[in-house]
């Protein structure tokens, strides 16, 4: 079963970056869809950026022209750059299969990296 390991968070002030990287075992990734999701103290799971197969990126729109969603195929990642970061991107961020912007994935979560942005 594929695992899903997330790594790159921390803590940075507002205005900063970070960038999150997602690791994926086991085959067939170049033709999945693959989503980045968020979950803050309090509220449900939200996905935040999104990549299918063939490159097509998507976004919320709080986070569109700051944050850019990447995959590298040969090595079965999955990025996921910050850059002018607000408090309200404080969240454990997770990466899991998209299969839509409405929907979450019922595949297992991995452990998350922690994001914080102070004010």
């Known amino acids: 079963q594929v695992q899903f390991v997330e790594s790159g968070g921390g803590l940075v002030q507002t205005g900063g970056s970070l960038r999150l990287s997602c690791a994926a075992s086991g085959s067939a990734f170049n033709i999945n869809d693959f989503g980045w999701y968020r979950q803050a103290p309090g509220k449900q799971r939200e996905l935040v950026a999104a990549i299918t197969s063939g490159g097509t990126t998507n976004y919320k729109d709080s986070v569109k022209g700051r944050f850019t969603v990447s995959r590298d195929n040969a090595k079965n990642t999955v990025a996921l750059q910050m850059n002018s970061l607000l408090p309200e991107a404080t969240a454990v961020y997770y990466c899991?299969?998209?299969?839509?912007?409405?929907?979450?994935?019922?595949?297992?979560w991995g452990q998350g990296t922690q994001v914080t942005v102070s004010s």
């Open positions: 899991n299969y998209y299969i839509g912007a409405r929907f979450q994935p019922s595949h297992s």
